[in-house]
T-cell receptor, first 113, second 114 residues
Framework: AQSVTQPDIHITVSEGASLELRCNYS??????LFWYVQSPGQGLQLLLK??????LVQGIKGFEAEFKRSQSSFNLRKPSVHWSDAAEYFC???????????FGTGTRLQVFP | KAGVTQTPRYLIKTRGQQVTLSCSPI?????VSWYQQTPGQGLQFLFE???????NKGNFPGRFSGRQFSNSRSEMNVSTLELGDSALYLC?????????????FGSGTQLSVL
């Protein structure tokens, strides 16, 4: 079955601390992997995506993610978190020729000053 | 360039009614998809359209339907509303049906069913 697991429902970090959000996926075909961020009452904004090639991908707002095929993981990282990063983060997996994405349940990030 | 526009922003309906939500994609985008977001079920795919053709459909009952017009604008309809249909409905668009094309999301329509 195709699925995405985000094991951390809620994470709290101090501003300036490093961050890692976990994502594991189960997908039969070659996965296209995404991280999206959602602020309250807003739609989703794409942070970064992985299709092929270099397994370390850079995104917007200083985020990066590493694809590890052997672990079926696509963890999101940021070396120094800013208060404005507080939001909900979603990992998603899809295929090349469809808009149908399978989303994880999300991780809510809280940032303390 | 204007983003994905969804109307209305908020909607309140009662059980048994029907509702139509509208989505205007980014100019030039021909692919539109819809998602339902609820606290319990998270984000779930509803359908996707490309050039007025439904390409894919999620696992929702037949009460949920949609269509795309020749100008790429899309509507989704939910008939015989149930309390569980209360959700944020998100529309997304992109230029072509290719995975490496960025998917842009609207801010959604918040539907409350009383």
């Amino acid at each position: 079955a195709q699925s995405v697991t985000q094991p951390d429902i809620h994470i709290t970090v101090s501003e300036g601390a490093s961050l890692e959000l976990r994502c594991n996926y189960s997908y039969g075909a070659t996965p296209y992997l995404f991280w999206y961020v959602q602020s309250p009452g807003q739609g989703l904004q794409l942070l970064l995506k992985y299709f092929s090639g270099d397994t370390l991908v850079q995104g917007i707002k200083g985020f990066e993610a590493e694809f590890k095929r052997s672990q079926s993981s696509f963890n999101l990282r940021k070396p120094s978190v800013h208060w404005s990063d507080a939001a909900e983060y979603f990992c998603a997996v899809g295929a090349s020729n469809t808009d149908k994405l399978i989303f994880g349940t999300g991780t809510r990030l809280q940032v303390f000053p | 360039k204007a983003g994905v526009t969804q109307t209305p922003r908020y909607l309140i309906k009662t059980r048994g009614q029907q509702v139509t939500l509208s989505c205007s994609p980014i100019s030039g985008h021909r692919s539109v998809s819809w998602y339902q977001q609820t606290p319990g079920q998270g984000l779930q795919f509803l359908f996707e359209y490309f050039s007025e053709t439904q390409r894919n459909k999620g696992n929702f009952p037949g009460r949920f339907s949609g269509r795309q017009f020749s100008n790429s604008r899309s509507e989704m309809n939910v008939s015989t509303l149930e309390l569980g249909d209360s959700a944020l409905y998100l529309c997304a668009s992109r230029a072509r049906m290719r995975g490496n094309e960025k998917l842009f999301f609207g801010s959604g329509t918040q539907l409350s069913v009383l």
